[in-house]
Structure formats: structure tokens, C-alpha cells
């Protein structure tokens, strides 16, 4: 599952990246994935709403065994 969640975060990298910003997979652990905002990304106000409208929503539509994606 780390793999094909690595394969989602490669596709959305270079809309974050363009705002300054990107995102790391920290890991897989069950169903829940961690990953560490960075760069503009880490200090945004509107940080929380990327993850879960952006990040999530990308991961659980291509791996729906994921149940949540955290911040760590």
C-alpha cells in the first residue's frame, strides 16, 4: 500500500509545489497514513483544508482502504 499511496503524492507534488510547498510520506500505519506538510504548506493557515480537501481526497480515491490521512 505505501507504494501506490507514494504514487498518489507523486501526482499531486507539483500542484503544492507550485504554491511553495510539498508533501512527504512519514508512513503507512493500517489504514491510516501519515505524511509531513513542508515548506509553504507546513506554515499555512489553510494548511488543514489541503490535507484533508487535497491530499486525502487524492489518496482515498485511488487506495479506499485508506480510512486517514494525518499530519504528523
Do not use: H, W, Y
Not at 497514513?33 to 493557515?45: D, E, F, I, N, Q
Amino acid at each position: 500500500m505505501k507504494e501506490r499511496v507514494e504514487a498518489v503524492l507523486d501526482k499531486i507534488r507539483p500542484f503544492l509545489q507550485a504554491d511553495g510547498g510539498s508533501v512527504e510520506l512519514v508512513g503507512v500505519e493500517g489504514s491510516v497514513v501519515k505524511v509531513r506538510l513542508m515548506g509553504a504548506c507546513g506554515s499555512c493557515p489553510m494548511s488543514q483544508m489541503t490535507l484533508k480537501m487535497g491530499v486525502e481526497r487524492a489518496i482515498k480515491e485511488e487506495v479506499p482502504e485508506v480510512t486517514e490521512v494525518v499530519n504528523v
